[in-house]
């Protein structure tokens, strides 16, 4: 059994952006990440992007736009992991795909987190000390009984399945929105 992990502070972030994806990205200590030349294939975004900005407006509890979040993400983490996995050496391990997933999402502002996963149980956890970005700016909106974080449930979901083919339902079971101490997500294998 190996089991993955991914851990991350400030400083391993940016020597992220220094080495694995120096082609691709310039960091820029004030800003953040900044696409050079070639285009990164870290940033994939579905062109549903703008909706997804327009649903996470205070409505991210009513069940349709939460069905959006989580499908937008899904899209979104899917295309991402499947982009970069072309981009790297083929004879690299899937798991360094889906354990590329965290720095990149901390280089682009939605969080620290750190992905633990179980290549024999072929399970994962994930969590984010600080809450989700997203549950940061819902808590602070107002009170929420429910996790507000459906976009990461899908990224997390279509990232897993483009980098290690699986078909996992990502739930979160805590969120800082709600009055937990973290955000944190589980998975659970799908048939087929
Ligand atoms: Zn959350």
Redesign the pocket.
Same mark, same amino acid.
């Given at each position: 059994m190996t089991v993955h992990r991914v851990s991350l502070t400030v400083e391993s972030v940016e020597a992220y952006f220094d080495t694995v994806l120096a082609e691709g990205f310039r960091w820029e200590p004030d800003q953040g990440p900044a696409s050079g030349e070639p285009r990164s294939p870290a940033v994939v975004w579905s062109p549903l992007v703008l909706e997804l900005m327009e649903v996470l407006e205070d409505v991210t509890l009513h069940p349709p736009a939460r069905d959006l979040c989580r499908e937008i993400g899904y899209h979104a983490g899917l295309e991402s992991a499947a982009a970069l996995d072309r981009a790297r050496d083929p004879n690299l391990p899937k798991a360094e795909t889906l354990l590329a997933m965290p720095p990149i999402l901390a280089g682009t502002g939605f969080g620290t987190s750190e992905l633990v996963y179980d290549d024999q149980r072929e399970r994962l956890v994930w969590v984010f000390d600080l809450?989700?970005v997203?549950?940061m700016a819902s808590r602070e909106n107002r009170p929420h009984s429910e996790?507000? @974080?459906a976009f990461f449930e899908g990224l997390c979901a279509g990232w897993a399945k483009g980098s290690l083919g699986l078909n996992l339902r990502i739930s979160?079971t805590d @969120?800082?929105?709600r009055g937990d101490r973290i @955000?944190r997500f589980q998975s659970w294998l799908l048939p087929g």
């Amino acid at each position: 059994m190996t089991v993955h992990r991914v851990s991350l502070t400030v400083e391993s972030v940016e020597a992220y952006f220094d080495t694995v994806l120096a082609e691709g990205f310039r960091w820029e200590p004030d800003q953040g990440p900044a696409s050079g030349e070639p285009r990164s294939p870290a940033v994939v975004w579905s062109p549903l992007v703008l909706e997804l900005m327009e649903v996470l407006e205070d409505v991210t509890l009513h069940p349709p736009a939460r069905d959006l979040c989580r499908e937008i993400g899904y899209h979104a983490g899917l295309e991402s992991a499947a982009a970069l996995d072309r981009a790297r050496d083929p004879n690299l391990p899937k798991a360094e795909t889906l354990l590329a997933m965290p720095p990149i999402l901390a280089g682009t502002g939605f969080g620290t987190s750190e992905l633990v996963y179980d290549d024999q149980r072929e399970r994962l956890v994930w969590v984010f000390d600080l809450g989700t970005v997203i549950a940061m700016a819902s808590r602070e909106n107002r009170p929420h009984s429910e996790p507000t @974080c459906a976009f990461f449930e899908g990224l997390c979901a279509g990232w897993a399945k483009g980098s290690l083919g699986l078909n996992l339902r990502i739930s979160e079971t805590d @969120c800082i929105a709600r009055g937990d101490r973290i @955000c944190r997500f589980q998975s659970w294998l799908l048939p087929g």
